[in-house]
């Protein structure tokens, strides 16, 4: 579905991806991990196309997006949903209103009673109900990605992109979300992309793994493969995360 290749991206003198690739599957739920400031948030501004690489390739489709224009990385775009890392909700607009946004922004639906029916299914696939016209700010961040995830599959993306889907929720409200990702992406067969440093999340949904460390892709396979992982960055990163060590 989607495929890196040789992806670089530096800030001045700092190299953050510095020869990445892998693949992400038709109708799977792929899940980079990495330690924070590793890279992970850049990794996933260059494949929606938000952030323009050094070189490299990102083949959608057979389609290199690095080479489009803003109107046909648009187009694609379309296909695409994204949970940014911060929910990233509308502060100024209410739950119906940031969940309505695109299929408004994209004009696939434009009967407002079906608008209405859309966004009143989504928020009951999350887990909510009738909260449509509560604002961002009286919502709980457990919420507040619940709406986010609403607002990101309202389209019935054929990608939809996370981004630390489970940062700063408490463990009860982080597998609610796991589970929540998973029961969608089976529902919906939709190709799932994860970037996220959270082990449990990681081996409770995901059908591959890859590890960003040093600006590439250090290891990548199913979660036997990573489990099993000869390579020391990852039994490093598996061992620290069961110490509980912040990373
Ligand atoms: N627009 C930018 N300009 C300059 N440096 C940037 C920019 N965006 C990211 N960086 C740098 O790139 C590095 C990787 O950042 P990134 O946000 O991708 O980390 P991350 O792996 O997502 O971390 P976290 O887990 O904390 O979210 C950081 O050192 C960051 O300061
Ligand atoms: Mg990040």
Redesign the pocket.
């Known amino acids: 579905m989607i495929e890196v290749k040789d992806l670089k991206k530096s800030?001045g003198t700092?190299t953050?991806l510095n020869g990445v690739n892998f693949e992400i599957e038709d109708k799977k739920i792929t899940v980079i991990l990495?330690k924070?400031?590793?890279?992970?948030?850049?990794l996933l501004s260059n494949i929606i196309g938000l952030t323009i690489p050094d070189s490299g390739s990102i083949f959608y489709k057979d389609k290199d997006i690095t080479k489009l224009n803003l109107k046909e990385l648009n187009k694609i775009r379309k296909n695409f949903g994204v949970l940014f890392?911060d929910a990233a909700l509308f502060d100024s607009l209410n739950v119906f209103e940031n969940i309505a946004f695109p299929l408004i922004e994209h004009k696939t639906v434009k009967n407002k009673k079906e608008i209405k029916q859309r966004v009143a299914d989504m928020l009951k696939l999350v887990g909510l109900s009738d909260i449509e016209h509560k604002m961002p700010s009286e919502l709980s961040g457990g919420m507040r990605k619940r709406v986010a995830l609403a607002r990101a599959i309202i389209t019935n993306p054929e990608v939809v992109f996370f981004d630390?889907p489970t940062t700063g929720l408490d463990p009860v409200s982080a597998m609610s979300i796991a589970n929540l990702i998973k029961d969608m992406q089976e529902k919906l067969s939709t190709t799932c992309f994860i970037i996220s440093?959270d082990l449990s999340l990681t081996f409770n949904i995901a059908h591959k793994i890859g590890l960003l460390d040093s600006g590439k892709i250090v290891d990548f396979g199913d979660r036997n493969h990573f489990l099993n992982s000869d390579n020391n960055i990852v039994k490093n990163f598996i061992n620290a995360y069961s110490l509980g060590d912040t990373i």
């Open positions: 800030f700092q953050v990495g924070s400031g590793v890279g992970k948030s850049v890392q630390e440093h």
